[in-house]
């Protein structure tokens, strides 16, 4: 079997985000990208899609490509692991990733204060 092909460039970035990485008193700033989802130059229905994604701090780079079966299931996964991979880094360390004062939900944001409200009453 041949070797998996995947984006050999970053590509086109397509969201980017900057994050707080808390120790102590100390703050770092984060900056995670998302590259345009591709694939393989006439690929087969069965080749997937990958995802760039880059993540600048706190300490080194981290610089990957996430698949998919097509190009919305690689970006949904791409952020999946970026959100992941970021605490779980940041717990290992011993700090935590904020975005918005948020500590849990750096990707997919906190859930806004009317939706909070609705889901604890049983309405949407």
């Known amino acids: 079997m041949g070797t998996l092909w995947k984006p050999k460039s970053f590509g086109q970035v397509i969201a980017r985000r900057e994050l707080t990485f808390?120790?102590?008193?100390n703050a770092r700033r984060i900056v995670?990208?998302?590259?345009?989802?591709v694939r393989k130059p006439r690929a087969r229905a069965s080749e997937p899609w990958w995802t760039?994604?880059?993540?600048?701090?706190?300490?080194?780079v981290l610089a990957t490509n996430i698949a998919g079966e097509d190009a919305v299931q690689s970006l949904?996964?791409?952020?999946?692991?970026a959100e992941s991979i970021l605490v779980h880094r940041a717990r290992e360390s011993g700090g935590r990733i904020?975005?918005?004062?948020?500590?849990?939900?750096?990707?997919?944001g906190p859930v806004p204060h009317a939706r909070r409200r609705a889901s604890k009453t049983g309405r949407e």
């Open 98 to 108: 904020e975005w918005l004062g948020e500590r849990s939900k750096v990707i997919f």
């Open 76 to 81: 949904v996964l791409a952020f999946r692991f």
């Open 52 to 60: 760039p994604v880059r993540i600048d701090g706190p300490a080194d």
């Open 32 to 37: 995670i990208a998302f590259g345009r989802p």
């Open 22 to 25: 808390r120790r102590g008193r």
